[in-house]
C-alpha cells in the first residue's frame, strides 16, 4: 500500500488543498542529477559546489571545468530552478589551500563566505563560471552564500555577483541566529532566503554537528530551531520573497509540513526523500500543517513537538 501511494505521488508539491511547496533535489554535482530527475524533483534547491574542488588539494578548479559542471546541472531542469551555493570551505569541509589550519575553533572561524571575502580571485571565478553556464540558457539560476552572518556579508555577495555580471536572483542562507535575527535587514541587499538547518542547529545549541554526543540538541524538532525559521519565513513574507528550507529537516516528511505551516516557500533535500515528502505533504491542508507548526512552536522539547504535530495532523 506504501509503495502505491508513492507511485501515485508524483507532479508538484503541493497541500492537499492546492498551496503550492516546490519539491528540490540537494545535489552535489551532475552525477546525483538522473536520481532528482527520476524522484520529480522542480529544480535543484542546492547545489553543494564543493565537491567540484576536491580533485585538487591546492588549487581551484579552472573556470572552464566548473562551467562544464554547472552547465550539466542546469541543462537537467529546462524549465526549473536551480539554486548554485558559492564553495562552502571550511570547518566540517575544510580545503587545504583555502582553510586556514591554525584556528582553535574552525566552525567559528573563517569559512564559508568568509573564506570567499579573504578569497575574491577565488569567489570571481566561480561566479563568472556561472554567468557562462547559464547564458542562452531558459533555466531560473538562483545564487546563494553559506554562512551569511549580517547584512554587510549579504551586500559583500551581492556587489561580487553584480560585479561578475550574473544574471541571476542572488541569495543568503541563514544558517547562523543572527541571520535570522536580522532576516528583513538582510533581505534588504538579496533576493531570497534558505535556511541550512543543519548549521542553524550548530549555532543555535552551540552543538558541533560532527560530535555525536551532543546529536540530542542537533535535533531539527527543537523549538528553538522552529522559532527561528518562523522568524525567517516571516521576514521574507513581509519582504515579497521566497524562504525556502535545504537542510536535513526538509526530508521528513511530518517536519516538512510543519517547516510548511511556519511559511517555507520550497524544501530541498536528498533526491530519496522525495516521493515521502510529496505524498505526505498532499495528505493535509495548509491551515492543518499551519495547526501542526504552532503546536510544535508551543513544546518545550524536540519529543514533545514531535508528537504535538503528530496528533495535530492525525486528528487527535
Ligand atoms: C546546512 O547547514 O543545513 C546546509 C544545507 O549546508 P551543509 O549541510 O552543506 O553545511
Ligand atoms: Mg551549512
Not at 531570497?192 to 554537528?209: E, V
Request: hydrophobic fraction near 45%; charge should be negative; glycine fraction near 8%.
Amino acid at each position: 500500500a506504501r509503495k502505491a501511494a508513492l507511485a501515485a505521488s508524483t507532479g508538484p508539491g503541493a497541500t492537499a488543498d492546492g498551496h503550492k511547496v516546490p519539491l528540490l533535489a540537494n545535489v552535489g554535482g551532475p552525477a546525483d542529477v538522473p536520481a532528482a530527475v527520476e524522484a520529480g524533483a522542480e529544480g535543484v534547491g542546492l547545489f553543494r559546489t564543493e565537491f567540484l574542488f576536491l580533485d585538487d588539494s591546492k588549487n581551484a578548479p579552472s573556470e572552464q571545468k566548473q562551467l562544464e559542471a554547472y552547465r550539466q546541472v542546469l541543462e537537467a531542469f529546462p524549465e526549473g530552478r536551480v539554486v548554485v551555493r558559492v564553495l562552502d570551505a571550511g570547518a566540517d569541509k575544510p580545503l587545504d589551500f583555502l582553510t586556514p589550519s591554525d584556528e582553535p575553533n574552525p566552525a567559528l572561524g573563517v569559512r564559508g563566505l568568509r573564506t570567499l571575502l579573504d578569497h575574491p580571485d577565488v569567489l570571481r571565478t566561480q561566479l563568472t563560471a556561472l554567468a557562462k553556464a547559464a547564458e542562452g540558457l531558459p533555466v531560473y539560476l538562483e545564487v546563494m552564500a553559506p554562512m551569511v552572518a549580517d547584512r554587510t556579508d549579504a551586500k559583500a555577495f551581492a556587489d561580487a555577483c553584480r560585479e561578475a555580471g550574473l544574471r541571476a536572483k542572488f541569495g543568503a542562507m541563514v544558517e547562523i541566529p543572527s541571520a535570522a535575527l536580522r532576516a528583513r535587514s538582510i533581505l534588504q541587499e538579496v533576493e531570497f532566503l534558505s535556511l541550512g538547518t543543519n548549521d542553524l542547529a550548530q549555532y543555535t545549541f552551540a552543538a558541533d554537528r560532527q560530535v555525536g554526543a551532543v546529536s540530542r540538541l542537533q535535533d531539527p524538532w527543537q523549538p528553538a530551531l522552529l522559532d527561528l525559521v518562523a522568524l525567517s519565513a516571516d521576514a521574507a513574507k513581509a519582504e515579497g520573497k521566497s524562504c525556502g528550507v535545504c537542510g536535513e529537516a526538509a526530508s521528513d516528511p511530518l517536519l516538512a509540513c510543519v517547516l510548511t505551516g511556519l511559511g517555507v516557500t520550497s524544501l530541498s533535500m536528498g533526491a530519496a526523500s522525495i516521493p515521502y515528502v510529496r505524498a505526505t505533504l498532499a495528505k493535509y491542508t495548509l491551515a492543518q500543517c499551519e495547526r501542526a507548526a504552532a503546536a510544535a512552536r508551543a513544546a518545550d522539547s524536540a519529543e514533545e513537538a514531535r508528537s504535538a504535530a503528530q496528533a495535530v495532523l492525525s486528528g487527535e
